[in-house]
């Protein structure tokens, strides 16, 4: 299977199965929409005499020669060796949790899907009690795995701070006695991001993301605080100062858009131009009931503006001026391994998360979802053949998956997305997925743009 695309005066192709990405002239493009394996040594002459008015004979034997040496090489028309380990898939140890530390927030974002903050079930924050037993259970289902992760999440982590504090302390003091290493982020609004709290932060969270959406009527318009007042200007300069204190590393800024603001690359420039240089906005995934929801037709202008921030990306990167656009950034060298390929995030399986009552659920997008509750802390509960269920989600259960070109970048897409908004876990969620797809070719066309920047 292939993917081939022009983009930006770039002929690229995409075999999707060995992951190799080529840069091809216009002749060996064309080719390639008669073409499939197994591929002949010598072009066949029904193909030459369809493409003769376009191009000369030289010309089109060269390209297939190139087209050939790919193919004898394995990076065209390879075959499919992901799929003999789809029926293999096996439950892993819990290596990831989702901490809700606060089921309350101090804004009250319209399209949250925390139902600004409580996950419709009341407000309350969690207490250390609960974290404890929390950091228990991640290490009692750990396996051995060493290296565990832990996100403080909400609501709003920070109105929850002294048993952040709590619960760091105690994984600490007892992660060397069960030869684990925690690694902990938060995700906070910035409201009660003061100075005062930057050095605990700094000194142990390995990532920290700062939600704001972009230019100050975009993000409040979106992002008001429990009186309806905008958030912009208190939190700003809260980011801008941490950021600072963290020395531009290991956080991002995260925004969502909407329909509201179609022209989102205005947004992430307008973060970079405020000093961020690690930035994600992303879609709003919502009912398509609000007036904010995207829909299909909005397609095409998203289409256009991934498209338009590609190429400034580009010519900043060029000029020594780039930063990190969190869709854009893909590894064609490496990537993900096999299982996450075939399985994604790991959510219900290897990632789970926790509310203030110590319910567990398969992950952050599940709370409140009663029927897919997985256990309790307080009651020992665990349901493993839920979590069972969850480890063999993968891409050839989800039939529209298997078919397609993006399959092993977005792994089938999230699971609650799916649920929420195409009915079943093993459904793809269509709108995410097409701009899902468009991000990715919009990634690899700036690898190859960079490429040929450094071959110059």
């Known amino acids: 299977m292939i993917h081939k695309y022009s983009l930006n005066g770039y002929n690229i192709v995409l075999d999707v199965h060995s992951g190799g990405v080529s840069v091809v002239d216009d002749a060996a493009y064309a080719l390639l929409d008669y073409l499939d394996a197994p591929m002949q040594e010598k072009c066949p002459e029904e193909i030459l005499d369809k493409l003769s008015e376009r191009f000369g004979r030289d010309e089109l034997e060269s390209a297939y020669a190139e087209l050939y040496g790919m193919y004898q090489d394995g990076i065209l028309f390879s075959e499919d060796d992901y799929e003999q380990f789809a029926d293999k898939m096996v439950s892993s140890p819990v290596k990831a949790m989702c901490l809700h530390i606060a089921h309350d927030c101090n804004l009250r974002c319209k399209y949250c899907f925390a139902s600004t903050g409580d996950f419709g079930h009341g407000r309350k924050l969690m207490d250390f009690e609960t974290g404890k037993r929390a950091i228990d259970f991640l290490i009692e289902h750990s396996g051995t795995r060493r290296n565990l992760e832990l996100d403080f999440f909400g609501g709003e982590p920070l109105m929850n701070y002294e048993v952040v504090k709590q619960v760091v302390a105690y994984a600490r003091s007892i992660e060397k006695?069960?030869?684990?290493?925690?690694?902990f982020t938060i995700t906070t609004n910035g409201v009660q991001l003061t100075e005062d709290k930057f050095e605990f932060l700094n000194k142990e969270m390995s990532n920290v993301v700062l939600s704001i959406d972009g230019r100050k009527e975009v993000n409040d318009r979106m992002r008001p605080n429990a009186g309806g007042k905008g958030s912009y200007d208190t939190i700003l300069p809260h980011f801008q100062k941490f950021v600072e204190s963290r020395g531009q590393d290991q956080y991002y800024v995260r925004g969502t858009f909407t329909r509201y603001n179609l022209d989102f690359a205005e947004d992430v420039l307008d973060l970079n131009a405020k000093g961020f240089d690690q930035i994600s906005v992303e879609p709003v995934v919502t009912d398509s009931k609000y007036d904010y929801a995207l829909r299909e037709e909005d397609l095409p202008k998203v289409f256009a503006e991934y498209e338009r921030l590609a190429k400034e990306l580009i010519r900043r990167k060029k000029e020594g001026k780039g930063f990190n656009f969190f869709h854009f950034m893909i590894d064609l060298d490496q990537g993900p391994?096999?299982?996450?390929?075939?399985?994604?995030?790991?959510?219900g399986n290897e990632y789970v998360a926790v509310t203030p009552d110590g319910d567990i659920y398969?992950?952050?997008?599940?709370?409140?979802?009663?029927d897919w509750k997985m256990g309790n802390l307080y009651d020992g509960t665990f349901d493993l053949k839920r979590k069972e269920y969850f480890a063999h989600?993968?891409?050839?259960?989800k039939e529209e998956c298997g078919k397609c070109w993006a399959k092993f970048y977005?792994?089938?897409?999230?699971?609650?997305n799916n649920l929420q908004y195409a009915g079943d876990v093993l459904k793809p969620y269509r709108l995410a997925c097409e701009?899902?797809?468009?991000?990715?070719?919009?990634a690899i066309m700036i690898k190859a743009a960079m490429a040929d920047t450094d071959s110059e």
């Open 177 to 183: 006695q069960h030869n684990k290493n925690f690694r």
């Open 393 to 397: 989600a993968n891409i050839y259960g």
């Open 410 to 416: 977005c792994s089938g897409g999230c699971n609650a």
């Open 362 to 370: 398969p992950c952050h997008q599940f709370v409140g979802m009663e």
């Open 337 to 347: 391994c096999a299982i996450k390929r075939l399985r994604g995030c790991g959510c």
């Open 435 to 442: 701009m899902e797809k468009k991000r990715l070719e919009c």
